[in-house]
């Protein structure tokens, strides 16, 4: 039998298409607009390999209700800003959080991922999120997780996902 699981992501535009084809790919991937991206690829979390099933999603308001139907049977949710945009930060919980609890599934895991983030001592950087405010929003939402990450050099890359993996296994 196969061990699948339906990862949903969502988030301001913040590079999470970019990161998730980077990641399935291996390889930096050509700009594109997406409204519904669906991805497969395996993820191996202490000797279980798993089918993870990517929907990756678009922000824009006009495909709101694709974004609905795509969170129906997920198994966790992860969940996309810059660590460089406040604003994108902000709408974890104002936007991105209660649409997912309120469409989603019940009781899913949530896991934070700040983009942008080639590595952890740029964090000081003028303009960036600020690890308090972000170490709140994880209690305040209730996230399983945070991971920062980057595209452009694959920081954590691989954490992000065997991080949802293993939420997914531990339901």
């Known amino acids: 039998m196969v061990n699948r699981r339906k990862v949903v992501a969502v988030g301001d535009y913040c590079g999470k298409t970019y990161i998730i ?7 930096l991937p050509e700009p594109q607009l997406t409204f519904v991206n669906f991805d497969v690829t395996d993820v191996e979390i202490n000797g279980t390999v798993v089918e993870l099933h990517i929907w ?22 992860l969940i ?9 930060f ?4 104002t936007k991105w959080v209660p649409e997912v609890r309120k469409h989603g599934p019940k009781n899913v895991p949530i896991v ?3 983009t942008h983030c080639k590595e952890l001592t740029l ?8 690890n308090e405010d972000i170490e709140v929003m994880v209690r305040e939402v209730n996230a399983v997780a945070y991971v920062e990450c980057s595209a452009d ?17 531990e339901e």
Do not use: H, M, P, W
């Not at 084809?21 to 390889?27: A, L, R, S």
């Not at 660590?83 to 994108?88: A, D, L, M, P």
């Not at 902000?90 to 919980?93: A, F, Q």
């Not at 050099?153 to 296994?169: G, M, S």
């Open 112 to 114: 934070l991922v700040g």
């Open 153 to 169: 050099n694959k920081y954590n890359l691989e954490k992000v996902f065997e991080t949802v993996v293993a939420a997914t296994l």
């Open 80 to 88: 996309f800003f810059s660590i460089y945009g406040q604003q994108t």
């Open 123 to 130: 964090r000081s950087e003028k303009g960036a999120v600020k």
């Open 56 to 77: 990756d999603t678009c922000e824009k308001e006009r495909f709101e209700a694709s974004r609905i139907v795509a969170y129906k049977g997920a198994n966790a949710f």
């Open 90 to 93: 902000e709408n974890v919980k």
């Open 21 to 27: 084809q980077t990641f399935v790919k291996d390889e």
